[in-house]
């Protein structure tokens, strides 16, 4: 099988596409044969050595993907041969095999081909949860999107607004912030040549915003923080500028602020009755139209430029790599 390989943490373009042995399922494992996997900012961290884990050289990045169950391993009754499946792993997704425990995977949505089921899970369940599970937001409250063009980004403006949350989208320049209002932003703060702060207080009246996701950390974090009205919400879930923050606490005494953390391997682990509901609630969006933004497909040969335009936030929506060979 074609796979690629991290033989070194560094820059992305240290991978390489190389051939390695078919996989085989062990117990309690599938074998899925790959059509799509997504690039996530994870992935871009995890190659560099920089993510919260660390993935010992040589491994196959990648996390996110779609495709179709090829075999069973032993003790695994299903899904069957053949039947259209999404997952999640930490790496091994940029390959043409995938082996992945049978708790891992989810049959993919009714309405999505195999790009945008690739595309969906990871950042959708993110944004989700960042917004209803753990940020309690609620329709006809404000939330303010971080990143609002990126893969969280655009997910977390999507889903808002379809649950009636009215969203100030964040980003770097007005085309990506034309994105966030494709999706149904309602106002946008250009934080590259504005005061995120102030302007986030002035297109919600003066009070500022009910809930933040952020998925950018940096500077913006803080002024995001101090735009929040009293009792607000403040929900951490990346870093994408590469700087951590370092929040001053009286502000959250201040303000009575609650600040959270959301990790989806964590939710899964001590939260999964939260995940299956979201999990629901997210096919019923599926259905009602609901659709990941892919703004770009690579072959697997492009897949060190992928992660490289992703790792320099060049990039929209999601980026999608083909295994198929079609792209």
């Keep these: 099988m074609r796979a690629a390989r991290c033989t070194h943490h560094g820059p992305p373009d240290g991978l390489e596409v190389v051939e390695l042995d078919d996989l085989e399922p062990g117990p309690g494992e599938v074998l899925v044969r790959v059509h799509a996997a997504a690039v996530n900012f ?12 660390s993935a010992p050289t040589p491994f196959t990045p990648g996390s996110e993907f779609a495709g179709v169950v090829a075999a069973l391993g032993p003790g695994v009754s299903g899904p069957p041969v053949g039947a259209p499946v999404a997952g999640a792993v930490l790496t091994g997704a940029f390959a043409e095999q995938v082996v992945v425990p049978v708790e891992g995977l989810r049959p993919v949505p009714d309405g999505l081909d195999m790009v945008h089921a690739a595309a969906f899970h990871v950042t959708y369940a993110t944004a989700y949860h960042c917004l209803v599970t753990v940020g309690r937001g609620t329709a006809g409250e404000w939330a303010a999107v971080l990143g609002a063009a990126g893969g969280v980004g655009t997910a977390a403006v999507d889903i808002a607004t379809r649950l009636g949350i009215r969203v100030v989208a964040a980003a770097s320049s007005r085309e990506r912030l034309a994105v966030a209002r494709t999706l149904g932003a309602e106002a ?30 940096g500077d913006h974090a803080e002024a995001a923080l101090r735009a929040l009205r009293r009792g607000g919400r403040f929900v951490t879930v990346g870093y994408a500028d590469g700087r951590i923050p370092r929040i001053p606490l009286n502000l959250v005494l201040l303000k009575d602020a609650v600040v959270r953390g959301f990790e989806i391997r964590m939710l899964r682990r001590y939260a999964p009755d939260a995940v299956a509901a979201g999990d629901r609630e997210l096919a019923r969006l599926v259905r009602d139209g609901m659709r990941p933004l892919v703004s770009r497909v690579h072959p697997l040969a492009e897949v060190a430029s992928a992660l490289t335009d992703v790792a320099e936030r060049r990039t929209t929506g999601k980026v999608v790599i083909d295994l198929t060979g079609s792209a």
């Design 42 to 53: 994870p992935d871009v961290l995890l190659v560099a050595d920089r993510y919260q884990v």
């Design 188 to 217: 946008g703060v250009d934080y590259v040549r504005e005061d995120l702060k102030t302007r986030i207080r002035e297109l919600t009246g003066g009070d500022g915003v009910h809930l933040v996701v952020d998925p950018v950390g």
